[in-house]
Structures are given as structure tokens and as C-alpha cells.
């Protein structure tokens, strides 16, 4: 099979050396440049979460600085209504749920193209670096830019990313290092080149032993132990072109993703041998073309090409060759074309469509080697006024699969509706309510279908509601108070047809099992004051109360128990000072006790936690270059807790990284 | 300046570039010590056999409470029994069920003097539950979840097997004063299960459907002969499950709550307080959930106690307990997901912790 990644590095290390050779070969006068480029670079607008019609909360690069930020879960764990399922480690896998609803209905995407996972359905967030993303959002149950492609509409969430954008030619190199043997080099260079074209390229390795401390608690006794095969070994390149055709912005990226690593596997008690490893490998290509076409018309197109190759091993005796090696080959072929239509100001209509062909394949005897067709569309239309918004969507869903062994399902069709209000009632009082519903579809993923056994081709979709009502007001007062706004949102999720693995005596299968409630109230509370003209204090704390609770059956055991993994109280809170000397940031992080198994037993429950945190930065500027200093202390209480049932979190570290741009 | 910050640049390139590659070497070499899994227990003669799951059977000396000897048998063994002199020990293969070579179909017949394996019999493929009656030893295969139904079978006293022709289809089954007590449980393609309760008496050739005389239950889980009372467990996987004691009539004598997944339950006789019996279940939990745990059951007083081993020992059993034997003074708990034998009285209090079974791999 197309394996050529092994070969691939080569090809890598020849394509950097390609790419620096011709964009040094452009020999120009860079003073004169920079200053045309201020002038022409247009920047992506950062949405505004004050008057997003449903919950939005936006982070930047100088975000992810301020707070010593590193991976994309570093930052997703900072925001209000989010839990991030962390298996621990640098390497352990984090999939983020949003409100209770689980991993599978939150959507990643960057630079407008969802990233997929046709067979798991969901993302692994601790793979993705914010080494050169400049913005991240998260929009929960609605999204006010309606010309979004049709999939990044489809979930019920959409943690959107956005890769920085150069404004300036130059390099840099940087160096982190941390506990546990962490050690991470980034390369990168950007380039401008003449009329409103540029180019980044940004290259990151990165290891970790992972082999932390940790208290296991047995009964009466409590024993100190160190993790075992939590090593990480990971390598990533990035390449994004940005520039004009025929008065439209375009933008090209090609990125490779290599890692290795080690699978430590729930802590036993007695045994701590566990012999698994899990290989990765991943490269994309994707395009965006975004052009007005006249006054009217706006017209965006995507394409993108996905390959992934995934291996996983476990050395094991009880297996007849020592090992059981499972490999997984997926290939994805993605393109998009919507059409923005606005006949008045402040009203729009869009109608964008999405096709892809994704198919797995898998060394499984027997194994059913899927491929499937879908296409996803949606017709959206929006009216803004000063002090109103409405945006309605209607989303359409078609998905077809064909297996080389065994029965096929019946393609899936649905059609899933949308509204959003937003309404500011007194003109002269910068208060916002909004009200928002949203009816979401999570097809049954390839590994839901058909793995082997397990899967089921009976499965019905999953079902989700969401309905979102709440308030925003935000204002600024005189000098000192740059920044002030609060947002209280309160929400109810229903879930049905959840699709669960399920013992059935011997053997785990897929199932429709299953409903569930959420109701729950996110609060959010954030302020910037200037102390001094040059010192500036920010703050943001947020609250979440979630009431996540099976409804399938009432007479069974677990009925109106709190669904596992979903804290009831959880809150964050972020003091930053910045200040010429060094910019620090204290961290706090509280969640409430949470359950590892649907029944909520004293012995299925997992302790509360307190996290506290600190980060510092600071920038020195010399005559030819500048240096970035950076530092982190992590959980400085050296509180030993676990976010996933006897996948315990590291207790104290620290990380330390220095930058030189020139 | 510029020249040399563009040297180091590319030079660090290269370096990170060609650090890369990692063999990930964790693969086990001929002479490497690994851990193996326990998976059931029986005794005899004053040693308890355990098989392994890593092909292996173990013999343990019940004095010394050391492992002795060691003899070669199938893939991925399950349970045991001892017939005439011989442990017949069914080989299930389900580690490799998704791999060309599949499930096994073979019981093993170890000689318990020798301590060798003296033949194989080919049984209907992944076998797992083997019974020990007067005239033969019953096996009940699981069959491969798809076409091949669970099947039992019989093995007289000359090897020779064949199909239990009136009870054909049993999961689950125990032996209890000379009739076969046990469930089938049917799938059709979307997953619903018919459950049914078949008891088969081999002298007579009687047999009953349903032999619980009161409402069936919905989700058994397994069935197990403790003492006097056989004795159904039931789960839905996910809740704690629940224990039901019937009498050799199939009436309801007791039933109680008790840990995550029950698998078998064991009768301690005469030891409680009036003279009577003390039942033991022992409960594997979820695979590497650590939530295995034992359940006591006083029958003088109806006291039920949950996380006895724990209670009596100030610790857990650990990461899935799959049998539970109790032998003379003592009692002997498998302990799979931790490799671990826990020898402890008869009041689940630890003598000993046999731990990390070591082998070799040859």
C-alpha cells in the first residue's frame, strides 16, 4: 500500500531546501517592501465574540503568549463550557466536548477546512500545535458567518483555527525544553514577496520521555510510581502560501505530521507492564480561493487532499506472533463551493455545498475497507442590523457508503435546521440578548459501522439539540477600564440515538443507546485596565454548571446519574499583568467531582481538583534580531489528580522556551 | 550577521530532520521475562492448576504456594477441568480472532502426573467452558459470533466427542448434583437477544426449558454451581450487577445486589456463625478499570457485604479478577488484568499475593 512517508522525509528536507532557494533567489530590497506590505497585507477579521448571535469565545496568538499556551488543548482548556478529556502526558490523547455533547460532535478546522476522521470521529486537540496559528474560536450551537464551508456548519460545535499570516520577511528559531525530557526545536520563515504575496514555512520536532511521577492510591496505601511507555517522538511541517488572483485572496497549505508514540494504557494496581505503540503519519493539501465576483456575488471554493496512515502494536504473548499489529490507511478527496448573495445591506444569503470521498482501508481479516460519498449543504441567510441579528440556516446531509465484505447501511439523509436572534433591546445600553437553536446530525463514523465485531451497520445517526439563551454586555470606562464585558449563557442539549459501545456478553458492539440532558449555565466574566501606560492588568474567569443526566430507562440503575466524565461545577480563572519588565500569568483551574462509569457510585467516583498554574514572558529587541523568553510552572500545588479514571495527570512541571527572530 | 543566523538555521534543520526515525523497539526478544494472565482456577490433589493465557497451564502447591511446573498447551487457553487422571483444558485462540489464523478448536489433555499434554481433541472453534461430570467432561464453545452458534459437547472417557444431541446450544452451563444447569443466548442480525434457560440431566436425558420456575431474567450473565444452589448472575455491563441463588428446582431462594460484572459465585461451607454456608462472588468489573471486587454473603444472618477483599485487606484485587476456587483452607482468585493469584483464607483475608508471573518466552 502507499506508504511513502518512510521515504518521505527526504522528500521533505529536499522541498524546504527547494522552497528556501527560490524565495531567497528573489533578491529585493527589503525596507521598501516591508513598507508596501503594511499598506496591502489584508488580515482576516477577528469575530467578535460581544455580538455573536450564540456563544463565542476567541483566542489569539498574543493570547496563547500571555498564557503559555503550546498545544491547541493548552488553549481549549482555558475556555468556558469545554472539558477536555486528557489521558495525561504530552503524548496522552485530548478530544474536547463542548457542553456535555462529547468529542464526537465538535469539529476542528483551520483555515476553513474541517479536519477530518472518517473512522473515529474525532480529533485528537493535543497533536495540534499553536506554533503558527494566529487565532482559535470556539462557537457553540450556531455560527454568525454564514459563509462557512457546509461541514464546518454540520456539528454541533466548531473549534475554528486560523494559521498566522505573514506581514513581515524574517526567521525564527526556537528552542523549548521542560520536564520530563520534553525538548521541542521550531523552524520558521516567512516571506513576502511583491504584490500581496506570501509564503510561511514552519518546521517542529518534538520529544518527551513522559515518564512523571505519580501517587497510586490502593485501598489503604498510596505508593509513589512513574509512568511507563508515555514517550512521544513527533515531527511537523507546514507550508501555507497567501496571495491575490484576479482580485480574490488565496490561500495554499501543505502540511505533514509524523509522530511515534508509546501507549501507557489505565494504571493497574499490581501490573504496570503495558506494551503498546501507535504510529502516525499524516499528510494534507489544501486550497481556499475566496472572490467577490461584483457587488453582489461572493464566491468561495475549497479543495483538499487527506492521507493518513496510522499503525498501532501491542507486544503481547497471549497473541500467537508475540503481537498484534492493527494498521489503518485513510485517504480523503474534500472540495467545496459556496455562493454569498448580498442584495441589501445587511441582508445576505449564502448557499454553499460540500462533497468528499474519504475510504479506509485496514489489515484486519475480514476487514470491510469502506469508502464513502457524502455530501453535506447549506442554505443560510442572515440579517444585521445595528441592533439586530437573525440568521436562519437549513442544512443538508447525504451520506453513502459501499464495503467491499458485508452488508452496506442505507445512506443517511437528513435535513437539519438552525435560528439565531441577537437583540440589543436599549440603544444606548451595550446589553445583548440571544436566543439560538440548532438541531445537529453526528453520522456513525467507520469504526462505528464497521470494525470488526464491533461494529454495527444498523446504526442510526446520533441526534442532537441544542437550544441557547443568554446575555452579553460589554463596555469601557474612561482610561483605566479598557475591557469589561460579562456573558451568561443558560442552555439545554438533548441527545438521542447516542451511539455507545456496548458489552454484549462476550463480545462489545455498537449500539443506539441511549438518551441524554443537559441543561446547564455557562458564565463568563473578562476585563482589561490599564494600570499605568505601560503596565495593563487582564482578567477572565468563568463558571460552568452542567446537569448531564441519562434518560434511557427509567427503571435502570443508572437513570438521572450524571453522565461519565462530565464534571456538574467546573470554573477557570486567568490574572495576567503585563508590564515591561516580565509579563506574568497566574492560572487556576477547579473542576467538581465527575464519574467514571454511567452509575454514580461511591466507587466509580473521581476526586475533584484544583489546578494553579503560572506563566511568564518577556520580549528583549536587539539591533539585528529580538529574543523571547518564555516560562511555565504547572500545576505548582504538585496536586496529583486524573481527568480520565487511573490515567493519571503529571504533578508539578515546568517548561522553558527561548525565540530569536531576525 | 544575517549570513550566520541563515547557517544555523539550516544547519538545525538537518539535525531535527535526521533525529527523527525511531524503531520503537518494545518487540519481546527469545531471552525477555514477560507477565503473563492468569484466566481460571481448578484443584485437585492438593495442587491448583491455573491456565495462562499466553498457552500455558501453571500447577501451584497448595502448601508451599509456589508455582512448580509449567506444561505447553493451545492458544489462548480458558477453563479446566479434571477427568479420570487428566486436565482437559479448553484452547480458545480469541486473541488472533482478527487475524488469518482466527480462533482455536482445541481442548487439551494434560496428564496430571506427567504434567505434559498427551493429545488435543478438536472441538466446534473458541472453546471456553469445560465441566467435569462422572462419566466425561462437557464443553461449551462460543462459536464465532456470527454463523457458528455456541455449542456444547461432550468428551467421554476414551476422547472421543460429539454433540450433546438434546441440549445442543448452551453459552453458559455449571454442574450440580448430576444435571447440567445453563442459558443460550441467541443474537439475531440486529443484536437482540433471546435468552434461554435449558437444564439437562445426562443419566435421565431430561430436559427442561425453562428450568427457573419463576420470571426469567432478561440479562443473564453467568451461571455458576455454589454448593447446594446454583446460582445466575446478571448484568448490563455498565450497572452494577445482581445475584440470583436458585435450588436444584430451579425455585428462588436468594437474591442481592452486587459489584460490576459478577462472574462466579463460590459456597464456604459450615463456616459462618450457625454452622452454615458463606457465599463468595466475585465481581471482574471493566478491563482495566481496577473495579474488580468480591461480595460476601452471609446465609446464617442474609448480611451482604460489597468489597469484602478490600474490607478484609486494606487493598484491592485490582484490574479484572476472572476466577475465584475456593480449596481446603484457603481460597484462590485469579486476578487476569493484574497477574496476580491472591491466596487468602477463608475469610478473604491475604495470606499471600502470588504476583508478576513471569516467564520466559521459548
Same mark, same amino acid.
Given at each position: 500500500?502507499?506508504?511513502?512517508?518512510?521515504?518521505?522525509?527526504?522528500?521533505?528536507?529536499?522541498l524546504?531546501?527547494?522552497?528556501y532557494?527560490?524565495?531567497?533567489?528573489?533578491?529585493v530590497?527589503s525596507?521598501?517592501?516591508?513598507q508596501?506590505?503594511e499598506?496591502?497585507?489584508?488580515?482576516?477579521?477577528?469575530?467578535?465574540?460581544?455580538?455573536?448571535?450564540?456563544?463565542?469565545?476567541?483566542?489569539?496568538?498574543?493570547?496563547?503568549?500571555?498564557i503559555g499556551?503550546l498545544?491547541?488543548? *493548552?488553549?481549549?482548556?482555558?475556555?468556558t463550557?469545554?472539558?477536555?478529556?486528557?489521558?495525561?502526558?504530552?503524548?496522552?490523547?485530548?478530544?474536547?466536548?463542548? $457542553?456535555?455533547?462529547?468529542?464526537?460532535h465538535?469539529?476542528?478546522?483551520y483555515?476553513?477546512?474541517?479536519l477530518?476522521d472518517?473512522?473515529?470521529?474525532?480529533?485528537d486537540?493535543?497533536?495540534?500545535?499553536?506554533?503558527?496559528?494566529?487565532?482559535?474560536?470556539?462557537?457553540?450551537? =450556531?455560527?454568525?458567518?454564514?459563509?462557512?464551508?457546509a461541514?464546518?456548519?454540520?456539528?454541533a460545535?466548531?473549534?475554528?483555527?486560523?494559521?498566522?499570516?505573514?506581514?513581515?520577511?524574517?526567521f525564527y528559531?526556537?528552542?523549548?525544553?521542560?520536564?520530563?525530557?520534553?525538548? *521541542?526545536?521550531?523552524?520558521?520563515?516567512?516571506?513576502?514577496?511583491?504584490k500581496s504575496?506570501?509564503?510561511?514555512?514552519?518546521?517542529n520536532?518534538?520529544?518527551?520521555? =513522559?515518564?512523571?511521577?505519580f501517587?497510586?492510591?490502593?485501598?489503604e496505601?498510596?505508593?509513589?510510581?512513574?509512568?511507563?511507555?508515555?514517550?512521544?517522538?513527533?515531527?511537523?511541517?507546514?507550508?501555507?502560501?497567501?496571495?491575490?488572483?484576479?482580485?480574490? *485572496?488565496l +490561500?495554499?497549505?501543505?502540511?505533514?505530521?509524523?509522530?511515534?508514540?508509546?501507549?501507557?494504557?489505565?494504571?493497574?494496581?499490581?501490573?504496570?507492564?503495558? $506494551?503498546?505503540?501507535?504510529?502516525?503519519?499524516?499528510?494534507?493539501?489544501?486550497a481556499?480561493?475566496?472572490?467577490?465576483?461584483?457587488?453582489?456575488?461572493?464566491?468561495?471554493?475549497?479543495?483538499?487532499?487527506?492521507?493518513?496512515?496510522?499503525k498501532?502494536?501491542?507486544?503481547?504473548?497471549?497473541?500467537f506472533?508475540?503481537?498484534?499489529t492493527?494498521?489503518?490507511?485513510?485517504?480523503?478527496?474534500?472540495?467545496?463551493?459556496?455562493?454569498?448573495?448580498?442584495?441589501?445591506s445587511?441582508?445576505?444569503?449564502?448557499?454553499?455545498?460540500?462533497?468528499?470521498?474519504?475510504?479506509?482501508?485496514?489489515?484486519?481479516?475480514? =476487514?470491510?475497507?469502506?469508502?464513502?460519498i457524502?455530501?453535506i449543504?447549506?442554505?443560510?441567510?442572515k440579517?444585521?442590523?445595528?441592533?439586530?441579528?437573525?440568521?436562519?440556516?437549513l442544512?443538508g446531509?447525504?451520506?453513502a457508503?459501499?464495503?467491499?465484505?458485508?452488508?452496506?447501511?442505507?445512506?443517511?439523509?437528513?435535513?437539519?435546521?438552525?435560528l439565531?436572534?441577537?437583540?440589543?433591546?436599549?440603544a444606548?445600553?451595550?446589553?445583548?440578548?440571544?436566543v439560538?437553536?440548532?438541531?445537529?446530525?453526528?453520522v456513525?463514523?467507520?469504526?462505528?459501522?464497521?470494525?470488526l465485531?464491533?461494529? +454495527?451497520?444498523?446504526?442510526?445517526?446520533?441526534?442532537a439539540?441544542q437550544?441557547?439563551?443568554?446575555?452579553i454586555?460589554?463596555?469601557s470606562?474612561?482610561?483605566?477600564?479598557k475591557?469589561?464585558?460579562?456573558?451568561?449563557?443558560?442552555?439545554?442539549?438533548?441527545?438521542?440515538?447516542?451511539?455507545?459501545?456496548?458489552?454484549?456478553?462476550?463480545?462489545?458492539?455498537?449500539?443506539?443507546?441511549?438518551?441524554?440532558?443537559?441543561?446547564g449555565?455557562?458564565?463568563?466574566?473578562?476585563?482589561?485596565?490599564?494600570?499605568?501606560?505601560?503596565?495593563?492588568?487582564?482578567?477572565?474567569?468563568?463558571?460552568?454548571?452542567?446537569?448531564?443526566?441519562?434518560?434511557?430507562?427509567?427503571?435502570?440503575?443508572?437513570?438521572?446519574?450524571?453522565?461519565?466524565?462530565?464534571p456538574?461545577?467546573?470554573?477557570?480563572?486567568?490574572?495576567?499583568?503585563?508590564n515591561?519588565?516580565?509579563?506574568?500569568?497566574?492560572?487556576f483551574?477547579?473542576?467538581?467531582?465527575?464519574?467514571m462509569?454511567?452509575?454514580?457510585?461511591t $466507587?466509580?467516583?473521581?476526586?475533584?481538583?484544583?489546578?494553579?498554574?503560572?506563566?511568564?514572558n518577556?520580549?528583549?529587541?536587539?539591533?539585528?534580531?529580538?529574543?523571547?523568553?518564555q516560562?511555565?510552572l504547572l +500545576?505548582?500545588?504538585? $496536586?496529583?489528580?486524573e481527568?480520565i479514571?487511573y490515567?493519571?495527570?503529571?504533578?508539578?512541571s515546568?517548561?522553558?522556551?527561548?525565540?530569536?527572530?531576525f | 550577521?544575517?549570513?550566520?543566523?541563515?547557517?544555523?538555521?539550516?544547519?538545525?534543520?538537518?539535525?531535527?530532520?535526521?533525529?527523527?526515525?525511531?524503531?520503537?523497539?518494545d518487540?519481546?526478544?527469545?531471552?525477555d521475562?514477560? &507477565?503473563?494472565?492468569? /484466566?481460571?482456577?481448578?484443584?485437585?490433589?492438593?495442587?491448583?492448576?491455573?491456565?495462562?493465557?499466553d498457552? %500455558?497451564?501453571?500447577?501451584?502447591?497448595?502448601?508451599?504456594?509456589?508455582?512448580?511446573?509449567?506444561? /505447553?498447551?493451545? /492458544?489462548?487457553?480458558?477453563?479446566?477441568a479434571?477427568?479420570?487422571g487428566?486436565l482437559?483444558?479448553?484452547?480458545?485462540?480469541?486473541?488472533?480472532?482478527?487475524?488469518?489464523l482466527?480462533?482455536?478448536k482445541?481442548?487439551s489433555v494434560?496428564d496430571?502426573e506427567?504434567f505434559?499434554?498427551?493429545?488435543?481433541?478438536?472441538?466446534v472453534?473458541?472453546?471456553?467452558?469445560?465441566?467435569?461430570?462422572?462419566?466425561?467432561?462437557?464443553?461449551?464453545s462460543?462459536?464465532?459470533?456470527?454463523d457458528?452458534?455456541?455449542?456444547?459437547?461432550?468428551?467421554?472417557?476414551?476422547?472421543?466427542?460429539?454433540?450433546v444431541?438434546?441440549?445442543c446450544n448452551?453459552?453458559e452451563?455449571c454442574?450440580?448434583?448430576?444435571?447440567?444447569y445453563g442459558f443460550?443466548?441467541?443474537y439475531?442480525?440486529?443484536?437482540?437477544?433471546?435468552?434461554?434457560?435449558?437444564?439437562?440431566n445426562?443419566?435421565?436425558?431430561?430436559v427442561?426449558t425453562?428450568?427457573?420456575?419463576?420470571?426469567?431474567?432478561?440479562?443473564?450473565?453467568?451461571?455458576?454451581?455454589?454448593?447446594?444452589?446454583?446460582?445466575?448472575?446478571?448484568?448490563?455491563?455498565? %450497572?452494577?450487577?445482581?445475584?440470583?441463588?436458585?435450588?436444584?428446582d430451579?425455585?428462588l431462594?436468594?437474591?442481592?445486589?452486587t459489584?460490576?460484572?459478577?462472574v462466579?459465585?463460590?459456597?464456604?461451607?459450615?463456616?459462618?456463625?450457625?454452622g452454615?454456608?458463606?457465599?463468595?462472588v466475585?465481581?471482574?468489573?471493566?478491563?482495566?478499570?481496577?473495579?474488580?471486587s468480591?461480595?460476601?454473603?452471609?446465609?446464617?444472618?442474609?448480611?451482604?457485604?460489597?468489597n469484602?477483599?478490600?474490607?478484609?485487606?486494606?487493598?484491592c484485587?485490582g484490574?479484572?479478577a476472572?476466577?475465584?476456587?475456593?480449596?481446603?483452607?484457603?481460597?484462590y &482468585?485469579?486476578v487476569?488484568?493484574?497477574?496476580?493469584?491472591?491466596v487468602?483464607?477463608?475469610?478473604?483475608?491475604s &495470606?499471600?499475593?502470588?504476583?508478576?508471573?513471569?516467564?520466559?518466552w521459548?
Amino acid at each position: 500500500m502507499l506508504r511513502y512517508f518512510y521515504c518521505n522525509k527526504v522528500g521533505f528536507i529536499c522541498l524546504f531546501f527547494f522552497v528556501y532557494a527560490v524565495s531567497s533567489a528573489q533578491v529585493v530590497d527589503s525596507v521598501a517592501y516591508n513598507q508596501l506590505l503594511e499598506l496591502e497585507v489584508v488580515s482576516s477579521a477577528k469575530p467578535s465574540s460581544a455580538s455573536s448571535s450564540s456563544p463565542l469565545q476567541v483566542m489569539d496568538d498574543d493570547d496563547f503568549l500571555r498564557i503559555g499556551a503550546l498545544s491547541l488543548s *493548552d488553549a481549549v482548556k482555558r475556555m468556558t463550557g469545554v472539558d477536555v478529556r486528557d489521558y495525561g502526558g504530552v503524548g496522552g490523547l485530548k478530544s474536547v466536548s463542548v $457542553r456535555g455533547l462529547g468529542a464526537k460532535h465538535t469539529a476542528v478546522s483551520y483555515d476553513g477546512i474541517v479536519l477530518s476522521d472518517a473512522q473515529s470521529g474525532q480529533v485528537d486537540i493535543g497533536r495540534l500545535s499553536l506554533g503558527n496559528v494566529g487565532m482559535l474560536s470556539l462557537s457553540m450551537g =450556531g455560527e454568525d458567518d454564514i459563509f462557512k464551508s457546509a461541514t464546518e456548519h454540520a456539528s454541533a460545535s466548531l473549534l475554528s483555527l486560523h494559521a498566522l499570516r505573514p506581514s513581515k520577511t524574517h526567521f525564527y528559531v526556537s528552542v523549548r525544553a521542560g520536564s520530563f525530557g520534553y525538548v *521541542d526545536a521550531t523552524l520558521h520563515h516567512d516571506r513576502c514577496f511583491k504584490k500581496s504575496w506570501s509564503a510561511s514555512l514552519h518546521g517542529n520536532y518534538m520529544r518527551s520521555d =513522559g515518564m512523571y511521577p505519580f501517587i497510586l492510591v490502593n485501598g489503604e496505601n498510596e505508593t509513589l510510581e512513574k509512568r511507563r511507555d508515555s514517550d512521544i517522538q513527533s515531527f511537523n511541517v507546514e507550508g501555507n502560501l497567501f496571495g491575490r488572483i484576479a482580485g480574490g *485572496d488565496l +490561500n495554499v497549505k501543505i502540511s505533514m505530521y509524523d509522530s511515534e508514540r508509546g501507549l501507557p494504557g489505565a494504571v493497574n494496581l499490581y501490573n504496570k507492564e503495558n $506494551r503498546e505503540r501507535l504510529w502516525d503519519n499524516n499528510l494534507y493539501a489544501q486550497a481556499c480561493y475566496d472572490v467577490p465576483l461584483n457587488r453582489f456575488f461572493h464566491l468561495k471554493a475549497r479543495l483538499k487532499y487527506d492521507y493518513n496512515y496510522s499503525k498501532y502494536r501491542e507486544v503481547n504473548k497471549n497473541y500467537f506472533s508475540g503481537k498484534q499489529t492493527d494498521t489503518n490507511e485513510k485517504n480523503e478527496c474534500y472540495a467545496s463551493l459556496g455562493v454569498k448573495y448580498e442584495p441589501l445591506s445587511g441582508l445576505s444569503f449564502a448557499l454553499t455545498s460540500d462533497v468528499a470521498y474519504s475510504t479506509l482501508y485496514n489489515n484486519f481479516e475480514g =476487514g470491510k475497507n469502506p469508502r464513502r460519498i457524502s455530501s453535506i449543504s447549506v442554505f443560510a441567510a442572515k440579517y444585521s442590523v445595528i441592533r439586530f441579528t437573525v440568521t436562519a440556516m437549513l442544512l443538508g446531509t447525504y451520506m453513502a457508503d459501499e464495503v467491499k465484505v458485508g452488508v452496506t447501511p442505507e445512506p443517511y439523509k437528513r435535513l437539519s435546521p438552525s435560528l439565531a436572534l441577537m437583540y440589543q433591546p436599549i440603544a444606548s445600553f451595550p446589553l445583548r440578548l440571544r436566543v439560538s437553536y440548532k438541531d445537529t446530525y453526528r453520522v456513525p463514523t467507520f469504526a462505528d459501522l464497521y470494525y470488526l465485531r464491533l461494529g +454495527n451497520v444498523g446504526l442510526k445517526p446520533e441526534k442532537a439539540s441544542q437550544f441557547n439563551f443568554g446575555f452579553i454586555w460589554n463596555e469601557s470606562f474612561g482610561r483605566v477600564v479598557k475591557y469589561a464585558s460579562v456573558v451568561v449563557d443558560g442552555y439545554y442539549n438533548k441527545v438521542k440515538d447516542k451511539i455507545v459501545a456496548l458489552p454484549t456478553m462476550y463480545v462489545w458492539r455498537m449500539m443506539n443507546f441511549g438518551e441524554a440532558e443537559i441543561a446547564g449555565v455557562d458564565a463568563n466574566v473578562q476585563a482589561e485596565l490599564a494600570m499605568s501606560r505601560k503596565v495593563s492588568l487582564l482578567l477572565d474567569a468563568g463558571y460552568s454548571y452542567q446537569y448531564a443526566v441519562d434518560v434511557t430507562d427509567p427503571s435502570a440503575k443508572n437513570y438521572r446519574h450524571q453522565i461519565p466524565y462530565t464534571p456538574r461545577n467546573s470554573g477557570k480563572f486567568t490574572l495576567s499583568v503585563l508590564n515591561p519588565y516580565v509579563n506574568v500569568s497566574y492560572i487556576f483551574t477547579a473542576v467538581g467531582e465527575r464519574y467514571m462509569l454511567p452509575q454514580n457510585t461511591t $466507587r466509580n467516583r473521581i476526586d475533584g481538583y484544583l489546578e494553579h498554574s503560572l506563566s511568564m514572558n518577556r520580549d528583549f529587541d536587539f539591533q539585528a534580531c529580538s529574543l523571547r523568553l518564555q516560562g511555565e510552572l504547572l +500545576n505548582i500545588g504538585n $496536586r496529583q489528580y486524573e481527568i480520565i479514571r487511573y490515567y493519571p495527570m503529571p504533578r508539578f512541571s515546568w517548561r522553558l522556551s527561548a525565540r530569536l527572530n531576525f | 550577521m544575517k549570513w550566520f543566523f541563515k547557517k544555523v538555521f539550516l544547519l538545525t534543520a538537518i539535525v531535527c530532520l535526521a533525529a527523527c526515525d525511531n524503531g520503537g523497539d518494545d518487540l519481546l526478544s527469545p531471552t525477555d521475562e514477560y &507477565i503473563a494472565q492468569p /484466566r481460571y482456577l481448578v484443584a485437585h490433589n492438593g495442587k491448583v492448576y491455573v491456565t495462562f493465557y499466553d498457552g %500455558n497451564v501453571a500447577r501451584i502447591d497448595t502448601a508451599t504456594l509456589e508455582i512448580e511446573a509449567v506444561a /505447553r498447551v493451545g /492458544r489462548n487457553p480458558e477453563q479446566l477441568a479434571v477427568y479420570n487422571g487428566s486436565l482437559y483444558v479448553a484452547n480458545s485462540g480469541g486473541m488472533d480472532y482478527s487475524t488469518s489464523l482466527g480462533y482455536d478448536k482445541t481442548v487439551s489433555v494434560v496428564d496430571v502426573e506427567t504434567f505434559t499434554e498427551v493429545k488435543k481433541i478438536d472441538v466446534v472453534c473458541n472453546p471456553a467452558v469445560v465441566v467435569a461430570s462422572e462419566n466425561g467432561v462437557y464443553v461449551a464453545s462460543y462459536g464465532n459470533y456470527y454463523d457458528i452458534p455456541s455449542t456444547l459437547q461432550f468428551i467421554n472417557a476414551d476422547g472421543d466427542v460429539s454433540v450433546v444431541e438434546k441440549c445442543c446450544n448452551m453459552t453458559e452451563v455449571c454442574y450440580n448434583s448430576g444435571v447440567l444447569y445453563g442459558f443460550f443466548s441467541q443474537y439475531d442480525e440486529n443484536w437482540n437477544a433471546t435468552i434461554t434457560y435449558m437444564s439437562y440431566n445426562p443419566v435421565t436425558g431430561a430436559v427442561e426449558t425453562p428450568w427457573i420456575k419463576e420470571q426469567e431474567l432478561p440479562s443473564p450473565y453467568k451461571v455458576s454451581s455454589a454448593g447446594n444452589y446454583v446460582c445466575v448472575t446478571s448484568s448490563d455491563y455498565v %450497572n452494577d450487577g445482581d445475584v440470583y441463588f436458585y435450588d436444584t428446582d430451579g425455585v428462588l431462594v436468594k437474591k442481592f445486589a452486587t459489584g460490576l460484572n459478577p462472574v462466579k459465585a463460590v459456597a464456604v461451607q459450615n463456616v459462618s456463625q450457625n454452622g452454615k454456608d458463606v457465599f463468595y462472588v466475585l465481581n471482574s468489573g471493566d478491563w482495566k478499570s481496577n473495579n474488580s471486587s468480591l461480595t460476601m454473603y452471609d446465609f446464617a444472618n442474609g448480611t451482604v457485604k460489597q468489597n469484602y477483599f478490600e474490607l478484609q485487606n486494606g487493598r484491592c484485587l485490582g484490574n479484572t479478577a476472572n476466577d475465584i476456587v475456593v480449596y481446603g483452607s484457603k481460597m484462590y &482468585i485469579a486476578v487476569s488484568g493484574e497477574s496476580t493469584i491472591e491466596v487468602t483464607t477463608l475469610d478473604a483475608k491475604s &495470606i499471600k499475593q502470588i504476583e508478576h508471573v513471569v516467564r520466559v518466552w521459548k
